[in-house]
């Protein structure tokens, strides 16, 4: 626990400016991104980038989706 707290000092009392945020439109190609895939076996990390030429990808996002709210 105590390197996760050493990682964290540099980072202590600096304010970090908000991204601009992506602004995509119907028919744009998707920014490369990676998110955490679970399969039932364990955690690990997807990419877009993994998938092109290979398969095609639909993005779907669901807000709100399963937080009980």
């Known amino acids: 626990m105590?390197?996760?707290l050493l990682a964290a000092l540099p980072?202590?009392?600096q304010q970090k400016e908000a991204a601009e945020p992506l602004?995509?439109?119907?028919?744009?190609?998707?920014?490369d991104f990676t998110l955490l895939q679970y399969d039932g076996n364990g955690i690990k990390?997807?990419?877009l980038h993994d998938?092109?030429?290979k398969k095609k990808v639909a993005l779907a996002f669901f807000?709100?989706?399963?937080?009980?709210g």
Not at 24 to 30: E, L, N, R, S
Request: no cysteine.
């Open 2 to 4: 105590s390197v996760l």
């Open 23 to 31: 602004k995509i439109k119907v028919g744009d190609v998707a920014p």
């Open 45 to 47: 990390p997807v990419s």
């Open 63 to 68: 807000v709100f989706a399963f937080t009980g």
């Open 11 to 13: 980072m202590f009392g």
């Open 51 to 53: 998938f092109k030429g």
